[in-house]
T-cell receptor
């Protein structure tokens, strides 16, 4: 069965370190998204991609970057981790139309100490 | 820009009670509307959707009707169960841009007590 997987599931890192969160999907979806989930804010879009070599900033992109070198993967990099980036991160993918369902990974809980 | 507003939670109900979670949206164009559910420790999964005005989405006893005149997509269930305890997210896509980018509301936590 097709799926979307995130790794690691839990990560503790120190302030100032670079961290990369992995997202891999086997749906062959064009669209991939990264969200962060924080209490009181719901899910906020960090970065998204509509296809290989395409990346776009979301509403909370500062301090984060992504690259899309193939259809399956959209890694999220925190350039220099800050305590404000402690959160739960979700990756999602969809086929690319406005009516399409998005499929979500299980999430990565990141703690920056 | 496009946005979604949900009622504040948490919502606490007794088993078999009627559930309503309010959701309103702001969008240009003709968005599709979704309800996603997140069970504890899991990612989000689609509960139901509606893609045009007056459409009713339904699944697992939950329903929501796309009301363009009131820009609303309220979630309802006639009789909730303990297993419905979760966080519910209203979302839209395809408003100002005809793509699959999802805009979420804040989420509403539902707790159902036996």
């Amino acid at each position: 069965d097709a799926e979307i997987t995130q790794s690691p599931r839990h990560k503790i890192t120190e302030t100032g370190r670079q961290v990369t969160l992995a997202c891999h999907q086997t749906w062959n979806h064009n669209n991939m998204f990264w969200y962060r989930q924080d209490l009181g804010h719901g899910l906020r879009l960090i970065h998204y991609s509509y296809g290989v070599q395409d990346t776009n900033k979301g509403e909370v992109s500062d301090g984060y970057s992504v690259s899309r070198s193939n259809t399956e993967d959209l890694p999220l990099t925190l350039e220099s981790a800050a305590s404000s980036q402690t959160s739960v991160y979700f990756c999602a993918s969809s086929s690319g139309t406005a009516v399409a369902e998005a499929f979500f990974g299980q999430g990565t809980r990141l703690t920056v100490v | 820009g496009d946005s979604v507003t949900q009622m504040e939670g948490p919502v606490t109900l007794s088993e078999e009670a009627f559930l309503t979670i309010n959701c309103t949206y702001t969008a240009t164009g003709y968005p599709s509307l979704f309800w996603y559910v997140q069970y504890p420790g899991e990612g989000l999964q689609l509960l139901l959707k509606a893609t045009k005005a007056d459409d009713k989405g339904s699944n697992k006893g939950f329903e929501a009707t796309y009301r363009k005149e009131t820009t609303s997509f309220h979630l309802e269930k006639g009789s909730v169960q303990v297993s419905d305890s979760a966080v519910y997210f209203c979302a839209l896509s395809g408003g100002s841009s005809n793509t699959g980018k999802l805009i979420f509301g804040q989420g509403t936590t539902l707790q159902v007590k036996p």
